[in-house]
């Protein structure tokens, strides 16, 4: 099972970027599905996370700024960034709880990061 995210770049304060972020392999079945990120220093932390039925929770700093969504036929999530600010600088990663087939097995995987980096 591979998480493969894209997306990421740079952009100017105000502006918009959407992430995507693919699962592939011997997958059964998706549960949650979430991005992360990591500033340069700081812990990584959960910025938004989306459950099969379409639930969802953000982060308070992107709270009516940032929108997850999910694909489940195409085992994709997305999150659309809106109103970037500099502090939004960080490598986002994308998560899944996935259980796989053969040999069956349920686990957290992520994604290999992509940069966004907002700056004028």
């Known amino acids: 099972v591979q998480l493969q995210a894209s997306g990421g770049g740079l952009v100017q304060p105000g502006g918009s970027l959407r992430l995507s972020c693919a699962a592939s392999g011997s997958i059964f079945r998706i549960y949650a599905m979430g991005w992360y990120r990591q500033a340069p220093g700081k812990q990584r932390e959960l910025v938004a996370a989306?459950?099969?039925?379409?639930?969802?929770n953000y982060a308070d700093a992107v709270k009516g700024r940032f929108t997850i969504s999910r694909d489940n036929a195409k085992n994709t999530v997305y999150l659309q960034m809106n109103s970037l600010k500099p502090e939004d600088t960080a490598v986002y990663y994308c998560?899944?709880?996935?259980?796989?087939?053969?040999?069956?097995?349920?686990?957290?995987?992520w994604g290999q990061g992509t940069q966004v980096t907002v700056s004028s």
């Open positions: 989306i459950t099969s039925g379409g639930s969802t």
């Open positions: 998560n899944a709880d996935i259980l796989r087939l053969q040999p069956w097995n349920r686990n957290d995987y």
